[in-house]
């Protein structure tokens, strides 16, 4: 136990050391928001990759796989295949033809104060919906590692709140970069040792690790002993809806990545789209190895730890510290809560730096004050501002909830809702010349409001629970669910596409239509594009 | 019509320039930005887009990634759904156990790792010869402009 909070104070020490070096370095709003674009291609993929890889992937899919076995895994075999979206689709257009936001581009030939604001909406809401995700998994993680010190939930998601304020606050973009930097090689490093001690558990013999997998015991619903062959498809993703919600997640997953904000704007980092791509081909290759070595972590948890151990010890979401713990003691148990800490730090200070970033650029300084920066700096200031306020928003929010649901599945919502309102409008205005502002407007508003009450109408808040349930676990509206499907995605994408499609055919806008071939131009070649500075 | 871009403070503006020179918002309030900071509509002028557009090197390089972009979009997407519409429709097919305890199910899945990975060498090597294209039209425009 105080080895890991001695960990755990280490990386913050390390982090906070970062912040004040960034501090000092950077100079001005290029600087703040996007790290004076002076990060290089591989330090860019290490921090996509430290982006990406939240709560939800090493507690949240290493619970999902310990619990409901291969379902789980569809889930890592999505968030990789989505960076083929990112890759092929959006990356390097993003990068020539913007500057700090994703709605940079979609204002780039439309109308920009109605579009801004929708984009801004938009990325508020996804940040939002990732955010609770990370809150919740450090709740979690800290009522099991601090469960007799006295340090409650409350307090613990307090002051990963206070911190994540601090980075952002204070280091900017360059300071957010190099946190994700390190955690991702943390992490990295503590994915292949623990991959490693599950295989050294089984003799490092495959058909050992994969035998046990086939056929793992727990206690089923009825209390008897149940033996399933995890390696078996359907143990979540059941009959009658079964494979429409596989599909429907995978919809939202691998079309979803192209709309996160924070992880478009790493884009804006780098000095051009050579190097935008270079970064992609770094995090795909970090990102896939542990993708494939959630397969130890997952299945590892069910057969060494068990499931009835980890549902008796903080639930699904534990499930990767458990197995550290039952493998290496409790100094590997710390390292590994202190990995998964520093995870959720860092991606939570991700998400603050590219929501505040939109408030500020997109809301503030575009869409109230019409694109003029008043004072000197104020784009800044303003930013810093809302960082504060959405880190004060989220504690709130995470408090309330408290840790309930699993943490891959609240972030796959906010994929949905990425994929929905975000995709469409990005993709249309980059290909379509025909696109104009009230398709942007239309298509974020349409996929914004599908995806979001789907959800609400979902099993995950609607459903009928015995009286047995109670407190935070029971669903907040007591009905048969509307909509039978989990994810939203299946339906709401499509959703999202047709309003923006729609939208665009009730009206032409001529300078949307000509300013169409400079888009073009642009994000083939770079030209006009910003340059890195030095800082 | 594109804002003007003043290099000359206004009169009566007595704010301090400050910070460094390559700032998207200079610190003294009238001052001018430099180029690679300037918005879409300040640097409207920065070449003849038109004119870049029609040239047979730049519809080349948008032909050349059309083709490479669209059937590598097609096929990883048709890959990747084959694996939950499968798995959803066919879970009998897809329990059929392959190689000891290993299924086709989890190989397919993990053979989605490797087909990603795939597709993002030879996007790779694709992009590599649209830079130099790219580079060449570049290069093209601000020789003409030094000629004009």
């Given amino acids: ?535 | 019509m594109p804002p003007k871009i003043q290099t000359e403070p206004e009169p009566g503006d007595q704010t301090p320039e400050a910070g460094s020179a390559t700032d998207v918002a200079p610190l003294g309030r009238a001052g001018g930005k430099p180029g690679h900071e300037l918005t879409a509509d300040e640097d409207a002028d920065v070449a003849d887009w038109d004119r870049v557009a029609a040239e047979p090197e730049f519809k080349g390089l948008l032909a050349s990634k059309r083709r490479f972009i669209v059937p590598a979009t097609v096929f990883f997407v048709v890959y990747y759904f084959a694996l939950p519409l499968l798995v959803g429709y066919a879970p009998g097919l897809m329990s059929r156990r392959v190689f000891g305890p290993l299924n086709l199910a989890y190989l397919f899945a993990l053979s989605q790792f490797f087909m990603a990975w795939g597709v993002a060498a030879l996007y790779v090597r694709a992009a590599g010869g649209w830079d130099e294209t790219a580079r060449r039209v570049i290069e093209k425009l601000v020789e003409r402009r030094g000629e004009e």
Avoid: C
């Avoid at chain 1, 029971?474 to 499609?501: C, K, M, T, W, Y």
């Fill in chain 1, 1 to 535: 136990m105080t080895t890991s909070l001695l960990m755990f104070l280490a990386f913050v020490a390390v982090t906070l050391g970062i912040t004040y070096w960034a501090a000092r370095r950077s100079t001005g709003t290029s600087a703040y928001f996007a790290a004076g674009r002076s990060i290089k291609g591989w330090q860019n993929g290490v921090a996509v990759a430290g982006d990406y890889m939240s709560a939800a992937s090493f507690l949240g899919i290493a619970g999902i796989i310990a619990f409901q076995g291969y379902d789980g895994f569809m889930y890592s075999v999505g968030f990789l295949v989505a960076y083929l979206t990112v890759l092929l689709v959006v990356a390097e257009p993003l990068r020539n033809a913007g500057k700090y936001t994703m709605a940079d581009v979609l204002a780039y030939r439309l109308k920009p104060r109605p579009v801004r604001a929708m984009a801004s909406l938009s990325t508020l809401t996804v940040s939002t919906f990732y955010m609770i995700a990370q809150m919740v998994g450090a709740g979690a993680l800290v009522s099991l590692l601090l469960k007799d010190s006295g340090v409650t939930y409350q307090s613990a998601v307090i002051g990963v709140g206070i911190l994540m304020i601090v980075y952002v606050v204070f280091g900017g973009m360059l300071a957010t970069t190099w946190v994700q930097i390190v955690k991702a090689i943390l992490l990295m490093a503590g994915t292949i040792l623990l991959s490693v001690l599950v295989m050294a558990h089984f003799g490092f013999s495959f058909a050992a690790f994969f035998d046990a997998v086939a056929h793992v015991t727990y206690t089923g619903a009825d209390g008897r002993p149940v033996t399933q062959d995890f390696l078996q498809p359907g143990l979540r993703y059941r009959p009658p809806y079964g494979a429409l919600d596989l599909l429907s997640l995978g919809m939202a997953l691998v079309f979803g990545t192209a709309g996160l904000p924070h992880i478009l704007v790493r884009f804006y980092t780098v000095p051009d789209a050579k190097t935008a791509r270079a970064s992609v081909v770094w995090a795909m290759a970090i990102i896939g190895v542990f993708y494939i070595l959630t397969t130890f972590l997952g299945f590892g948890a069910a057969t060494i730890v068990g499931r009835d151990a980890i549902a008796r010890n903080g639930g699904t979401n534990m499930s990767a510290p458990l197995l550290a713990q039952a493998l290496g003691g409790d100094v590997f148990f710390g390292f590994v809560a202190a990995i998964a800490f520093a995870t959720i730090l860092a991606v939570v200070a991700g998400l603050t730096i590219s929501a505040s970033t939109s408030f500020a650029h997109d809301f503030w300084t575009n869409v109230i004050h019409r694109g003029v920066e008043r004072a000197p700096g104020e784009e800044v200031r303003v930013a810093r501002v809302t960082a504060f306020v959405v880190g004060g928003v989220s504690i709130v929010i995470a408090i309330v909830l408290g840790p309930a649901a699993n943490v891959a599945f609240l972030v796959a919502l906010a994929f949905a809702v990425a994929a929905s309102a975000n995709l469409p409008v990005i993709v249309l205005s980059l290909f379509w010349r025909r696109f104009n502002t009230r398709g942007a407007v239309a298509g974020l508003g349409t996929g914004l409001l599908a995806s979001i009450v789907l959800i609400l109408l979902s099993p995950s808040i609607m459903s009928v629970d015995p009286p047995a349930v109670t407190g935070a676990a029971r669903h907040l509206i007591q009905a048969d669910p509307v909509f039978p499907l989990e994810n939203p995605g299946i339906l709401s994408i499509p959703l999202g596409f047709l309003g923006a499609f729609l939208g665009a055919l009730t009206g032409r806008e001529p300078s949307a239509e000509a300013k169409y071939t400079e888009l073009t131009v642009r994000a083939n070649t770079g030209l006009g594009a910003e340059k890195a500075t030095p800082h």
